[in-house]
């Protein structure tokens, strides 16, 4: 029966499309920035808007275009540069701009703090399986402070890009592929890094990107195109984007790759109609690394003056690395191509967070702090093991986990003592001495001569003699660690795949082990969701412990040893191969579904000889304990539009031991105007219980949570019957049902 549609509250159409009211700091920040832009030159304004790297930093793509940056500041043609690595730097340029240059206009410094600064903590896939939105927020801060105090005012950071597709290297900087979690932990993250003062010294600013849908690349190779309708766009990919704003984010990145036919750094509808007119962006906008003028390589430019007027005119404000701004604005200005009201809008945007970051107060306050009192503060450091720890998923396990005390265990493979793999992708700031390993840590834990270590073998080929080493240290001991993965070079930005299962040397490993009888633990270090279908059969238990960070090792000891219990839950699901990706629990359904994973019917909607489901799940995950969860309760059967769906669900620790557990709640509107996803993610709870004990916990779901953007672009609920589902993943079964009113 064709259902009524409603509108959704005025409060959830204002989140959808109107601009919200500027705080005053914003308007105080503008007032100032149209003041000073009354004495700026047109050079100096466009200046503003080039941002270049110093040649002596750290390089993240093609530039190769020598200037004279101090030169450059003096004549107030350059207003940002991005990964400097040095302190001292900062503050010899800072004065620089500050002491020579004609308004003394302070530069903003930006890095791409991914997943901490000094202290790494897990890559950010991995940590968003914690599923600890406080936590994560917490990271952001710690990093926020820790990069304050190195003299960076700019986090090119968080990366909302959902992604289902583990070809694509960057999975690793993201929170998986779920819109609804992505946008918790995008929010999270503003407001771990900007804190509730962005002057303040502890607090940096932070970048929403990539602008937009970066993670849907064609095939999986980055930079590649992506086309996909409004309607999807909207639905899956625009949430975090959206939620990052809505935190408070001043500055975004646009993204590499062509959106829907345009370049996204020349995409006027993502830079102004969307990003300003609708979602009420006022920061400003910074192209990622010379993407202006790859514009030209996409085929959309005749030359670098053509991508700068584009770009331009597109709402784009800062032009990274390759200086065509600086280049052709005057010119274009000139000829009448680019207004100078427009350079205005541009350069104010940028002032304006340069003011409140207060480097017009004090360009000198980044940098000054005493660093060896705010970096790897013990406490953090501690804080970064239990992250790590929450992070880590538990697979499988037929009982040889936990380890028992007093066991000799050999610890094999490339990721077992390897202090710079185990920090992940794009470090940054991080120092891969400061790692502790996983070797470090076991030899602590179990003391040396109960730890038997062998490396054996290379990420992608045998070392001489390393299988054998590794044998003989299998057959002394009582069970086998066996670290193996990827390394931190196959995680991140340009690192397509389009084989993901654990590369043959190590599988031959593997191999070998097995042979010698002992019980074998894989710890999977990866930065993507990977085909493990051959380490699931052979392994007794599989733990992913990701690219954990600084304190990788210990969080592994802790899990292992049990002194803690697993709790993190998948937010990206494992393939069953690479055939099926991209493959996510959030799929429609189709007109032809196969009914259950055993259907062979010729005319449904499946693969012959594959399984249409994951190895694992979106929400999977084990623990030493067992969840129960029981007596799904939808505590309003009936709710008017606007109210508030409540469910609530028993869950029992009925194991040995104490631990943690994601409960998850997904939702699936049973007839909808549009085609729908099968079951959506719309509230979760993490939840401690001793051994033995049982709570209630109660969802709130709010009915603007339920609203889609519609065939005609609106965004609203349908009214009529849901599904509800409660459980420990997205195969959730326990279910209920109510109606919209
Ligand atoms: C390119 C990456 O896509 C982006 O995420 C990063 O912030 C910039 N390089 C700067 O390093």
């Known amino acids: 029966m064709k259902k009524f549609l409603f509108a959704l509250?005025?409060?959830?159409?204002?989140?959808?499309s109107t601009a919200p009211q500027m705080s005053k700091e914003e308007k105080e920040a503008f007032k100032f920035a149209d003041k000073l832009i009354k004495k700026m030159t047109l050079q100096e304004k466009i200046g503003q808007l080039q941002q270049f790297v110093t040649g002596k930093g750290v390089v993240t793509g093609p530039d190769g275009e020598k200037r004279n940056i101090e030169e450059a500041i003096r004549q107030g043609t350059v207003g940002s540069f991005l990964n400097i690595y040095s302190t001292e730097e900062y503050i010899h340029l800072q004065k620089i701009a500050v002491e020579e240059s004609r308004l003394g206009i302070p530069l903003i410094f930006g890095f791409d703090i991914i997943h901490g600064c000094r202290i790494q903590f897990p890559e950010n896939l991995a940590s968003s399986c914690s599923w600890d939105i406080e936590g994560i927020e917490h990271s952001a801060r710690i990093a926020a402070e820790e990069s304050a105090a190195m003299g960076i005012h700019w986090t090119f950071?968080?990366?909302?890009?959902?992604?289902?597709?583990?070809?694509?290297?960057?999975?690793?900087?993201?929170?998986?592929?779920?819109p609804y979690l992505g946008a918790k932990i995008a929010a999270a993250m503003v407001r771990g890094y900007q804190g509730d003062d962005l002057s303040s010294d502890k607090t940096v600013a932070a970048c929403v990107k990539h602008f937009a849908a970066y993670g849907v690349p064609q095939a999986g190779r980055d930079y590649h195109t992506v086309d996909m309708s409004e309607l999807m766009f909207r639905n899956r990919y625009l949430p975090p984007y959206k939620a990052a704003i809505e935190a408070g984010a001043v500055t975004a990145m646009s993204s590499f790759n062509d959106f829907m036919g345009v370049p996204a750094s020349g995409n006027k509808w993502l830079m102004h109609t969307l990003l300003r007119e609708e979602l009420g962006f006022t920061g400003f906008v910074v192209s990622d690394y010379a993407a202006v003028h790859e514009m030209i390589k996409h085929g959309t430019a005749a030359d670098g003056k053509d991508a700068a007027y584009q770009s331009m005119n597109a709402h784009l404000n800062m032009d990274m690395v390759r200086g065509d701004y600086i280049a052709f604005g005057e010119e274009l200005v000139k000829e009448g191509k680019v207004s100078e009201k427009t350079i205005n809008m541009l350069c104010r945007e940028v002032l304006a967070v340069?003011?409140?970051?207060?480097?017009?107060?004090?360009?000198?306050?980044?940098?000054?702090?005493?660093?060896?009192?705010?970096?790897?503060?013990?406490?953090?450091?501690?804080?970064?093991?239990?992250v790590a720890a929450k992070s880590m998923v538990l697979l499988t396990n037929n009982g040889v986990l936990p380890l028992n005390e007093g066991v000799k265990i050999a610890l094999v493979g490339p990721l077992a003592d390897s202090k710079r793999d185990q920090m992940g992708a794009w470090i940054g700031y991080g120092e891969a001495e400061r790692s502790v390993t996983i070797r470090e840590a076991l030899e602590k834990r179990y003391g040396?001569?109960?730890?038997?270590?062998?490396?054996?073998?290379?990420?992608?080929?045998?070392?001489?003699?390393?299988?054998?080493?590794?044998?003989?240290?299998?057959r002394k001991a009582d069970v086998v660690l066996l670290s193996i993965g990827l390394s931190y070079k196959e995680s991140g930005e340009a690192t397509s795949l389009t084989e993901i299962t654990v590369p043959e040397a190590q599988q031959e490993l593997l191999d070998a082990l097995k042979k010698t009888g002992k019980k074998i633990v894989v710890l999977l270090g990866t930065g993507r969701a990977m085909d493990i279908r051959n380490e699931v059969e052979k392994a007794d238990a599989v733990l992913v412990t990701w690219h954990?960070?600084?304190?990788?090792?210990?969080?592994?000891?802790?899990?292992?040893?049990?002194?803690?219990?697993?709790?993190?839950?998948l937010t990206m699901s494992f393939p069953y191969c690479v055939g099926q990706v991209p493959v996510h629990y959030n799929m429609k359904v189709t007109g032809r579904p196969r009914k259950s994973p055993t259907q062979k019917s010729k005319y449904i909607s499946r693969y012959m000889y594959t399984p249409n489901e994951p190895l694992f799940p979106f929400g999977y995950g084990l623990s030493y304990s067992e969840f129960e969860y029981s007596d799904l309760q939808v505590l309003t059967p009936e709710v008017e539009l606007g109210g508030v769906v409540k469910v609530s669900v028993k869950v029992a620790n009925k194991g040995k031991y104490d631990g943690d557990d994601v409960a998850q709640l997904y939702v699936r509107d049973v007839v909808a105007e549009t085609t729908r996803p099968m079951r959506e993610l719309k509230g979760f709870e993490r939840f401690s219980l001793k051994a033995g004990e049982e709570k209630v916990l109660t969802f709130e779901i709010p009915t603007s949570d339920l609203a889609y953007c519609h065939s005609d672009m609106s965004f609203k609920a349908d009214a009529g019957e849901f599904k509800v589902w409660v459980g420990a993943d997205s195969n959730a079964q326990l279910e209920g049902v109510f109606t919209l009113k």
């Open 9 to 16: 509250t005025a409060l959830a159409m204002v989140a959808c």
């Open 157 to 178: 950071s968080p990366m909302c890009d959902v992604s289902a597709d583990p070809r694509w290297g960057r999975v690793s900087e993201g929170s998986g592929e779920d």
């Open 354 to 386: 340069k003011y409140r970051l207060g480097l017009f107060d004090d360009p000198f306050k980044y940098g000054r702090q005493n660093q060896d009192e705010v970096v790897y503060r013990p406490e953090n450091l501690e804080f970064a093991r239990e």
């Open 448 to 474: 040396k001569s109960n730890v038997l270590y062998a490396k054996g073998s290379d990420f992608r080929a045998p070392i001489k003699g390393g299988i054998a080493e590794a044998v003989r240290a299998a």
């Open 548 to 569: 954990g960070g600084t304190m990788e090792g210990p969080a592994v000891a802790d899990l292992v040893s049990g002194d803690k219990n697993p709790s993190g839950h």
